[in-house]
């Protein structure tokens, strides 16, 4: 009998989500938002711009923690991730693409411990882009 898999659910790295959007901006203007004092505060957490660094643990003043493992401007970047209330640390990938003109902002985490964790993270990460929505552009964004 072939066992049933939950959505989300992987076969190596626990629960995973993915959430992206498309905004009519320029990849550097999208990345540079980003990782601004306000970009940041928005996905990330309040955090001095000097604490983000490649292979330096950092902490928010919200608690969450982590470290930078990989660092691309205007790429990419993949960092470990806890919030204060979890046990365990997940691992959060944030993605700025260029689509014909246009860009979109992937979020992806994964190693999530199970389908309350990945809901958990699926409604802040949309809640994530909401915020970045209106700080890009006016109202000129399609959904994937």
Not at 101 to 125: A, P, V, Y
Request: glycine share 6%; hydrophobic share 30%.
């Amino acid at each position: 009998m072939e066992k049933s898999k939950t959505v989300g659910q992987t076969k190596d790295v626990g629960f995973q989500i993915g959430v992206r959007k498309t905004f009519s901006v320029s990849p550097e203007t999208a990345w540079n938002f980003l990782f601004s004092e306000k970009g940041l505060a928005l996905w990330l957490g309040k955090i001095e711009l000097e604490d983000i660094d490649l292979e330096k643990p950092y902490k928010t003043k919200d608690g969450i923690e982590g470290k930078i493992n990989t660092f691309n401007p205007y790429s990419h970047i993949r960092l470990t991730w806890k919030p204060t209330h979890w046990t365990n640390m997940s691992t959060v990938q944030i993605r700025v693409i260029d689509t014909k003109g246009k860009t979109t902002i992937s979020f992806h985490q994964d190693k999530l411990i199970g389908s309350d964790q990945r809901n958990e993270m699926k409604k802040h990460w949309g809640n994530v882009l909401a915020k970045i929505e209106p700080e890009l552009t006016n109202e000129k964004t399609t959904t994937r």
